[in-house]
Each structure stands twice: as C-alpha cells, then as structure tokens.
C-alpha cells in the first residue's frame, strides 16, 4: 500500500493549487485521512482531515481558503488551496488510515510530500 502526493509547484500570493494524494494497493477502506504540511525550520502541523463519512477539520490558518475532499472510488484524496499566502510554503504530505487486504487490517499510511511554493 502507497500513498503519493502530487500537484505541488510555484503559485503567486493569491493563487490556487488542487494537491492529489493518491492511494494505490489493495485497500478496503478509506478511514481517517489528513493533510499535513512542514515548513522550513517549523514543525509538521495538520492542515486539513476528513473522516469516513466525510467530516472535515481545519486548521485556523485554512479555514476560509482550503477545502478537502475525497474520492474512494478513485482512491483519491484532494486538497484544495485558494487565496496562497507565502506563508503557506511548505511541503505538504498526505497520512490515511487504511484497512487492507487480506489482513483486514488497519494501518497508519504517509505519503511523500509536494513543495509548494508561494511567491510574495
């Protein structure tokens, strides 16, 4: 089971970018998914997650401007990001809680990170 994070780049303040975290293996289900994203020097901190039946939680700083969302049929999770500040440059990675096949067991997934870049 991976996941891989994808549509990161170079944005201008005020812009928008859609980031992907795609799953791939032989998953059940889709459980508790997140975004998270470090900047340099920071700390890792969770920016966007949404449950099984799509609950959703944002940090303060997302709140208004980012929206998540999912799609388990194509195994895919999307975050996507309106109004880039250059505060918001970091690389963003993409965790899930996923029950598997055969096992039926459920694990903690990451995948790696996206750079996104905002320019002042």
């Known amino acids: 089971v991976q996941l891989q994070a994808s549509g990161g780049g170079l944005v201008q303040t005020g812009g928008s970018l859609r980031l992907s975290c795609a799953a791939s293996g032989n998953i059940v289900s889709f459980n508790f998914m997140a975004w998270h994203r470090q900047a340099p020097g920071k700390q890792r901190e969770l920016v966007a997650s949404i449950t099984r039946s799509g609950v959703t939680n944002y940090a303060d700083s997302a709140k208004g401007r980012f929206a998540i969302s999912r799609d388990d049929a194509k195994k895919t999770m999307y975050l996507q990001m309106n109004s880039l500040k250059p505060d918001d440059t970091a690389v963003y990675s993409c965790?899930?809680?996923?029950?598997?096949?055969?096992?039926?067991?459920?694990?903690?997934?990451w995948g790696r990170g996206t750079l996104v870049t905002v320019s002042s």
């Open positions: 965790s899930a809680a996923l029950t598997v096949a055969p096992q039926l067991s459920t694990g903690s997934y």
